[in-house]
């Protein structure tokens, strides 16, 4: 046997190696193993069994990690389209595959010393009283790690070495396993009666375990999690794992709590393990190995989690399916989502995407015919959508001589809430205090020196901080200009920083905490603050994207957007959905109780079509509009877009080089109709952590073709020193 093996050093090439007696027995597709390569040693994985090779002199494999392989044949198909799809080597496909913790050459077991109790048939031996007093608990418990014995009895080791010698106990090292869940206690539930939308909605699903993709497009609150629920207690009835994706921003203790409720106790018992990026190397380890052993046959987590070796596998959900957080931002630039649809016809699972606010490609699937659409269109237990306002805030600006944070009946709103003990949501899609610092005198902005952003204003921090690159100055008193030096130097625009203080200055009496980034230092500041939240400690919650989705708080009565048109004004084509999405979402926090809700809209262009339809909760409406304009500039989903990036620090380097690859492409794709090539471009983001940026997109229908030919196309590219190119299929911003 021969044995075909990726390295993790040499891009888009195997090698073959040869299988010493002693290692056959453990090596087969998906191992990982250690091979000579020239004079040095490199891991690798084993990605085929041959007869035989065209090479003579193979060399022999050195050692195999681990019992099991590590990739199974399936996740390794999987990781071969990513690889052609996405336009990158198998190899940094394999690296998403495995985490890093996995892929280390020694396995990554925390071994802790286990005491364990012997029986001797002989006589006791005599024993102190200390000795006695560890001996009587160590004989009741069996065995115990040897810490916790030590703790429990405010004993030494060297007392319980004394019991070893003595041979009445062992000492001996085990693998322990970590739990980061360990601490929590959770309640069991059971499943609900669910509602007529719910159940039809279960029934298909059902049904189609073994197949097909449904969009499930249920309103926030519609009960999608209790349809998964559900559904997965099917795929276990029929002896099959599921796979559970969600945002890594909605990842928080209250989701995975709910998903582990359901499974902790019942005839359907199972471990759920949790892959996320908060989870400690060691956690991560262990979590997956749960997985591949089978103890734990539900996973959920986010976009890596789509590759947890879960087998068989029956279904796979993916929950906010429209969130671009599925997208990863670095090579292989899989989407989760998309994969996760590969995956499902790949091994014959039922795939469920879910939202609110479906992507116009996964509803344009529907239309189609390539997925189909499971509707809920109310909320569970009728509660009501909550009723939205927009405001016109150009009228406020003549009303209120000036520009202002709040208008006059966001203000009314909110008193009225704290008033009747109510909670409000205000959210801002931008943190820090002012965007920007201008010279009203000589017109000097401050500027990144390194990327082609204007710094914001950190009140607190009294700094000036580019939210690219990092690059922070203190903030100036007076006007940089060394020919104006103006004392009068103004900041403008707003951020949640400023957002919060004005606040504080109307309502003096009122709880006020601010949830973006800057506050967020450590993991549990997040959790305190939601949990605060929950028990009312907090009047008003002012917050980023962090608290646009998947909080439930039935106390929350008013959700306020204090500047709806910020996602409207980004270059991208995608601008007017994102501002659906966020709006709708948002909006989805208020009335979960039993209040109704109101949501204020804060806008300077009322009229635009995505604020008017997510005030009337009229997804339909929007994606018949939307959909015509894609149709017309040919965007997606009607093509798709390959992303092609030159950077360096030599702007006309970059320029020219890009200008030379469009030459080649035009060559490689021919003229003609099927393709729209345009640029190259300076990217909306011209300029970032100093490296100039020029763009290439690609619009095509057969992007299968264009990937491959690309991948043809920078391997033998040479590019000249100081720039990389990027190839991004299919992607999620064109910033
Ligand atoms: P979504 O994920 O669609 O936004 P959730 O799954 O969070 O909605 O459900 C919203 C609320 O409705 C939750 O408190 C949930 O427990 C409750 N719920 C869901 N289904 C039912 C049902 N069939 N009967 C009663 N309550 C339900
Ligand atoms: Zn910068």
Not at 118 to 126: D, I, N, Q, R, S
Not at 160 to 172: A, Q, T
Not at 609 to 624: L, S, T, V
Not at 640 to 651: P, W
Request: proline share 6%; aromatic share 6%; charged share 25%.
């Amino acid at each position: 046997m021969v044995t075909r093996v990726t390295l993790e050093i040499a891009l888009r090439k195997e090698f073959d190696y040869s299988v010493p007696p002693e290692l056959s027995a453990q090596v087969e597709v998906g191992s990982r193993v250690k091979v000579p390569f020239g004079p040095r040693q490199v891991m690798g994985c084993v990605t085929a069994m041959v007869e035989a090779s065209t090479h003579t002199n193979l060399r022999p494999i050195l050692s195999v990690v681990g019992k099991q392989s590590l990739v199974t044949p399936k996740v390794l198909q999987l990781a071969r389209w990513i690889a052609g799809y996405y336009c990158c080597p198998v190899e940094i496909a394999l690296k998403s595959v495995l985490p890093d913790s996995i892929r280390k050459e020694k396995e990554g077991w925390r071994e802790r010393l286990f005491v364990r109790a012997v029986t001797t048939p002989g006589e006791m031996p005599k024993l102190s009283k200390r000795q006695k007093e560890v001996w009587n608990l160590i004989e009741e418990w069996r065995e115990m790690p040897l810490q916790e014995l030590i703790k429990l009895t405010g004993t030494t080791a060297e007392t319980v070495r004394r019991l070893e010698d003595k041979g009445l106990v062992v000492i001996s090292e085990e693998v322990s396993e970590r739990d980061p869940y360990a601490n929590e206690r959770i309640l069991p539930t059971q499943p609900l009666q669910l509602n007529a939308e719910q159940a039809a909605a279960l029934e298909k699903i059902k049904a189609a375990i073994g197949s097909s993709v449904f969009l499930l497009h249920g309103v926030t609150g519609s009960g999608k999690t209790e349809v998964y629920l559900q559904a997965i207690a099917q795929a276990l009835e029929q002896g099959k794992g599921a796979i559970v994706l969600v945002p890594e921003i909605s990842l928080t203790p209250q989701t995975v709590e709910r998903f582990k409720a359901r499974f902790n106790s019942g005839p359907l018992q199972t471990l759920v393990a949790v892959l996320h990026s908060h989870l400690s190397a060691g956690e991560r380890h262990d979590e997956w190995h749960k997985i591949r052993q089978g103890r734990a046959r539900i996973v959920i987590g986010a976009r890596s989690a789509i590759f947890a070796p879960v087998e068989p596998l029956g279904l796979i959900i993916v929950d906010e399916e429209h969130e671009h957080s599925y997208k990863q931002e670095e090579a292989p630039r899989y989407n989760a989502r998309d994969v996760a649809v590969v995956r499902g016809q790949m091994e014959g699972a039922a795939v469920v995407l879910g939202s609110a606010t479906p992507s116009l490609e996964s509803f344009y699937n529907v239309e189609r015919g390539k997925y189909a659409l499971l509707s809920m269109p109310t909320r569970a237990d009728d509660k009501k959508m909550p009723i939205v306002r927009i405001v016109d805030m150009r009228l406020e600006m003549r009303k209120q001589r000036g520009v202002p944070i709040f208008s006059t009946q966001l203000k009314e709103a909110i008193a009225r809430r704290l008033e009747h003990k109510q909670q409000t949501i205000l959210f801002l899609n931008r943190r820090g205090y002012s965007t920007s610092l201008q010279c009203p005198k000589c017109g000097y902005v401050a500027q990144c020196p390194n990327c082609s952003v204007s710094l914001t204003y950190h009140r607190t921090v009294q700094r000036l901080l580019c939210h690219i690159c990092g690059h922070n100055v203190a903030a100036p008193s007076v006007c940089p200009d060394a020919k104006c030096r103006n004392p009068g130097i103004r900041y403008s625009g707003i951020g949640t920083q400023k957002v919060e203080e004005n606040l504080a200055k109307l309502f003096p009496h009122a709880a006020i905490r601010r949830m973006d980034t800057d506050v967020l230092k450590r993991k549990e500041d997040y959790r305190r603050i939601l949990g605060d939240f929950r028990l009312g400690k907090i009047d008003i919650l002012v917050g980023t994207q962090m608290i646009a989705k998947g909080l439930h708080f039935p106390n929350v009565t008013l959700v306020g957007i204090i500047y709806a048109d910020l996602s409207l004004h980004i270059p991208d084509f995608r601008a007017g959905e994102r501002t659906f999405q966020l709006i709708t979402q948002v909006a989805g926090r208020a009335g979960r109780g039993d209040i109704e809700g109101e949501v204020f809209v804060q806008s300077f262009t009322p009229h635009h079509p995505a604020i008017q339809f997510a005030r009337r909760h009229d997804f339909n409406g929007f994606y018949e509009q939307e959909i015509d304009a894609r149709r017309e500039l040919r965007y997606p989903p009607l093509s798709r877009i390959a992303l092609l990036t030159i950077k360096g620090r030599n702007e006309e380097k970059v320029r020219f080089t890009a200008e030379h690859l469009r030459k080649e492409i035009d060559n490689l794709l021919g003229g003609g109709k099927e393709h729209m090539i345009m640029g190259p471009a300076p990217a909306p983001l011209a300029r970032a952590e100093t490296f100039y940026r020029y763009q290439i997109m690609i619009r095509t229908r057969q992007m299968s073709k264009v990937s491959a030919q690309l991948a043809q196309l920078s391997e033998k590219l040479s590019l000249p020193e100081g720039l990389a190119l990027t190839i991004d299929i299919d992607p999620a911003t064109l910033a």
